[in-house]
């Protein structure tokens, strides 16, 4: 068997941030033994490792401004071309360095064609053709009038140009130097040639399709399987010559059989589909798609013809975010009019169900006794209008708990964990001297104000994990009160912490006792590890509904949202933030909620919607145990950072048999097998360790050394324990700990 780091030393994996929502205007793939993709935004340029999964802002000299268009030049594969404003920009580095070209005359440009033949640039700026051989220019006119976007040479004779005008087509057979008119009266949008036959092209307008066999002289309209008047957008040839993809402004068709027939491929998009702006390919059949308008973003479908997968959207804002951790259960996202509730692994987009019960959601709570039942609080059309609404049935049904005019707005809801009928519910601003707390003893199915909380504003209420009862309640002005008898009745506390801006958010830890946190809109996240009598501030911006999330299975870790668009990890709160995600454009980080199921996170944020990003933790533990003699799972987890420049990797083992041996596996891949009354993940081959054994208390600790490689950041692995256990249900005698995703860092 490998040694650890021999086994990690042969593999690498990209760091992952997390898939971007919002508008995406062109994407290019780079070849290689790891495709790369670099997708261009109005903001700036993305790049991802991973096949779309996450990206990551890329790309330095680049203006953030909008990319027209991406190119790879045939002639220097390691350079690309980026056509912005009255600019082509290069890098020779996959995109982390950027240049400019001598600028061209004229207006900005639409359209990059580069020679395969001698790698010269063409470009259309709606006005003319302009052509340089390089970098240095001249640029030099080609052709004028009414030239629109397209200009594409024929891949298999570069010799062969073809652009598109308000009247017909132009024609180059001396590589871009002279064009020639060669088809009238057709405005011509998209051009795409074949890959095999330069003189096979099909041609969009905005009312038409067209298709060319002899290079353009005739053509004939192609209607099959196409909308009434499509208004072309891009035609892009797959490299077999038969596969083509005609996008439009009602949406994406694909032929088959070289552009004579085509039939609709909008499946996964939203209804109606967003505009289409880009399309690229990928290996193993992968099409990756841009667009923009409501459902833009990026998205990405393993073959033609099978769903996409929308990475993003631009649709927003998501107030609170909520997901549930069985099998089937659904996804709820908190808006300005209602709810948006998406099956399991689903988008929340305004093309999923919504639920209208005429409240601005704020705060949403899933009932613990019951996945399938939820709470949304909120506000309603009238000013102070303090609603709570309890759905069921994945929100299908709905049903008022609360509707109290001048009772304030509803932004807390908290379910009691050692009493799960109880639940408190916030409000703010609490007007009219009503109460800024709600009781509830039956899940939420009525509620009752309680007494002496008038003029509290209250932003957050939370249950002490660990002393049953008492419960902490934190007002927008920073004021603060306890109840020690599950929210009955309530004392003020004195705050010990500068306030600077509306408080926001109040949070137990529930693996530490005494560790509080908090967020101040004025001096961002704060942290007290003594029930709030001293505070530390972690020098994170927070927003007004900012959130702290917690992960099953890491004692300490803890995720934050910023006001910044930042979704922020720390080990422990002593260390220094990992970023996992940033945008810009997202706005404030509105919501966290796990999704254990799919190892991801589902964030909301204030402009771009709802965003999934992979859980790129330290740590995640994963379904998979099986039950010991003690009539428990065992438990793996891990301990602070695993960095490769901290030397070693720590990791945990409780609930175990006292005494009992066992031994761990570790493994670069997964792969599910139903055994010993469990799933062993861990695929084959992997790494095992010496024999272990549990103390008295069933405890046992495993370290092991990690390679000081930057190779090797970003890589995952998949751990799992199995422990001698004869009076196990299972009659192997063997229980199974569940399996831990371990992410490296550096």
């Given at each position: 068997m490998l ?13 992952s941030l ?13 070849p290689g033994?790891?495709?790369?993709l ?5 903001s700036?340029l ?12 890329f ?5 953030a401004a909008l990319?027209a268009?991406?190119?790879l030049d045939p002639?220097?594969p390691?350079?690309l071309?980026?056509l912005?404003?009255?600019e082509v ?9 950027w240049t400019?070209?001598?600028p ?12 395969p033949?001698?790698g ?11 052509r340089?051989?390089g970098?240095f220019?001249?640029?030099?006119q ?9 200009v594409?040479f024929a ?6 140009v073809?652009?598109?005008?308000l ?5 180059s057979?001396?590589?871009?130097q ?5 088809g009238g009266n ?5 051009i ?7 003189n096979?092209?099909?041609?969009g ?12 002289l005739?053509s004939t309209p192609?209607?099959?399987?196409l909308p ?6 891009f035609l892009?040839?797959e ?17 088959s059989?070289a552009?004579?027939t085509?039939?609709?491929?909008n ?9 289409p702006?880009?399309?690229a390919?990928?290996?193993?059949g ?7 308008a ?17 990475l ?6 998501i107030?609170?975010?909520l ?5 089937g259960?659904?996804?709820?996202g ?7 509730v ?12 919504q639920?209208?019960?005429?409240t601005?959601t704020?705060?949403?709570a899933?009932?613990p006794?019951?996945p399938?039942?939820?709470l ?15 759905l069921?049935?994945?929100g299908q049904?709905?049903?008022l708990?609360l509707?109290?005019?001048?009772a ?5 809801l908290?379910f009691n964990?050692?009493q ?7 409000v ?11 009781r ?6 009525s509620?009752q104000?309680?007494?002496?909380t008038?003029g509290?504003?209250?932003r957050?209420v ?6 049953p ?7 927008d002005n920073g004021?603060?009160?306890a ?7 309530w004392?003020?506390?004195?705050p010990?912490?500068?306030?600077s801006g509306?408080s ?14 908090r967020a101040?809109?004025g ?6 590890n003594d029930g ?5 501030n972690l020098g994170?911006p927070?927003?007004?509904?900012a959130?702290v999330l ?5 004692p300490e ?7 910044n ?8 709160p002593?260390?220094a933030?990992?970023?996992?995600y940033?945008?810009?454009k997202?706005g404030?980080?509105?919501?966290l909620?796990?999704d ?6 589902l964030v909301g ?6 965003v999934?990003?992979?859980l790129a933790?330290?740590?995640l533990?994963l ?6 003699s003690?009539?428990?799972q ?8 695993p960095s490769i ?8 083992l409780t609930?175990?048999?006292?005494g009992?041996p ?9 792969s ?7 799933t062993?993940?861990p695929?084959?081959p992997?790494?095992v360790s010496?024999?272990?054994a549990a103390?008295g208390?069933?405890?046992a600790?495993?370290?092991f ?8 950041v970003g890589?995952?692995?998949f751990s799992?324990?199995?422990v ?6 299972d009659?192997s005698g063997?229980?199974l700990t569940n399996?831990?995703r371990i992410k490296l860092?550096?």
């Amino acid at each position: 068997m490998l040694p650890v780091p021999l086994l990690l030393s042969l593999l690498q994996t990209p760091l992952s941030l997390g898939p971007l929502g919002g508008d995406a205007q062109a994407v290019l793939v780079l070849p290689g033994p790891n495709p790369v993709l670099l997708v261009a935004r109005s903001s700036g340029l993305l790049r991802s490792t991973d096949g779309g999964l996450s990206f990551f802002p890329f790309g330095s000299g680049l203006p953030a401004a909008l990319i027209a268009d991406f190119e790879l030049d045939p002639t220097q594969p390691q350079r690309l071309l980026a056509l912005v404003g009255n600019e082509v920009y290069q890098s020779v580095d996959g995109g982390a360095l950027w240049t400019a070209s001598l600028p061209f005359p004229g207006p900005a440009g639409r359209d990059l064609a580069v020679s395969p033949a001698d790698g010269s640039w063409l470009v259309s700026n709606g006005s003319a053709l302009l052509r340089a051989p390089g970098e240095f220019g001249p640029w030099t006119q080609v052709a004028a009038g009414s030239i629109l976007e397209p200009v594409e040479f024929a891949p298999s004779n570069p010799q062969r140009v073809y652009a598109g005008t308000l009247t017909g087509l132009l024609r180059s057979d001396d590589g871009g130097q002279s064009f020639a008119p060669i088809g009238g009266n057709t405005w011509v949008q998209a051009i795409g040639v074949s890959p095999l036959d330069p003189n096979l092209l099909l041609f969009g307008s905005n009312a038409q399709l067209r298709r060319s066999t002899n290079g353009g002289l005739s053509s004939t309209p192609i209607t099959s399987g196409l909308p009434t008047n499509p208004n072309a957008e891009f035609l892009r040839f797959e490299a077999g010559g038969q596969g083509l993809w005609f996008g439009h402004l009602s949406g994406l068709a694909y032929s088959s059989d070289a552009g004579l027939t085509f039939q609709a491929a909008n499946q996964g998009l939203t209804n109606p589909p967003p505009i289409p702006t880009d399309l690229a390919f990928g290996s193993g059949g992968l099409v990756f798609l841009t667009a923009e308008a409501s459902g833009g973003g990026f998205y990405r479908a393993p073959a033609p013809l099978q769903p996409w997968l929308h990475l993003g959207f631009a649709d927003g804002p998501i107030v609170d975010v909520l997901v549930g951790g069985t099998p089937g259960s659904a996804r709820i996202g908190g808006t300005f009019n209602g709810v948006f509730v998406a099956p399991q692994g689903g988008k929340l987009s305004p093309s999923a169900y919504q639920a209208d019960f005429g409240t601005s959601t704020q705060v949403l709570a899933r009932d613990p006794l019951n996945p399938g039942r939820f709470l949304a609080g909120g506000v309603g059309a009238f000013i102070d209008d303090a609603k709570i609404a309890v759905l069921t049935n994945e929100g299908q049904s709905v049903q008022l708990a609360l509707n109290a005019f001048g009772a304030g707005s509803v932004q807390a809801l908290r379910f009691n964990p050692f009493q799960p009928t109880q639940v408190l519910a916030g409000v703010f601003p609490g007007d009219f001297g009503n109460s800024a707390l709600w009781r509830s003893v039956d899940s939420g199915a009525s509620f009752q104000a309680v007494p002496g909380t008038a003029g509290w504003a209250t932003r957050a209420v939370t249950y002490d994990p660990f002393v049953p009862g008492r419960v902490l309640q934190l007002s927008d002005n920073g004021q603060w009160a306890a109840s020690n008898n599950g929210g009955q009745t309530w004392s003020p506390l004195q705050p010990a912490w500068p306030v600077s801006g509306p408080s926001a958010t109040l949070a137990h830890d529930p693996s530490v006792p005494q560790r509080l946190w908090r967020a101040d809109t004025g001096s961002g996240w704060w942290i007290s590890n003594d029930g709030g009598g001293s505070w530390t501030n972690l020098g994170l911006p927070a927003s007004l509904d900012a959130e702290v999330l917690f992960v099953p299975g890491q004692p300490e870790a803890a995720i934050l949202g910023t006001s910044n668009g930042q979704v922020r990890y720390l080990a422990t709160p002593a260390a220094a933030s990992i970023l996992l995600y940033q945008e810009p454009k997202s706005g404030a980080i509105n919501g966290l909620a796990l999704d254990p199921l799919l190892g991801s996170i589902l964030v909301g944020t204030s402009l771009a919607g709802a965003v999934e990003l992979p859980l790129a933790v330290p740590f995640l533990p994963l379904s998979g145990a099986s039950t010991s003699s003690l009539g428990t799972q065992p438990q793996l987890f891990g301990q602070g950072l695993p960095s490769i420049s901290g030397g070693s990797l720590q990791l945990r083992l409780t609930r175990l048999p006292p005494g009992a041996p066992g031994l761990l596996g570790i493994s670069t891949g997964a792969s599910p097998l139903p055994l010993f009354g469990g799933t062993l993940l861990p695929a084959l081959p992997f790494f095992v360790s010496s024999a272990l054994a549990a103390d008295g208390a069933g405890n046992a600790g495993v370290s092991f050394p990690l390679p000081n490689n930057s190779n090797l950041v970003g890589l995952f692995l998949f751990s799992q324990a199995g422990v001698i256990d004869p009076a196990a249900p299972d009659p192997s005698g063997i229980s199974l700990t569940n399996p831990l995703r371990i992410k490296l860092f550096d």
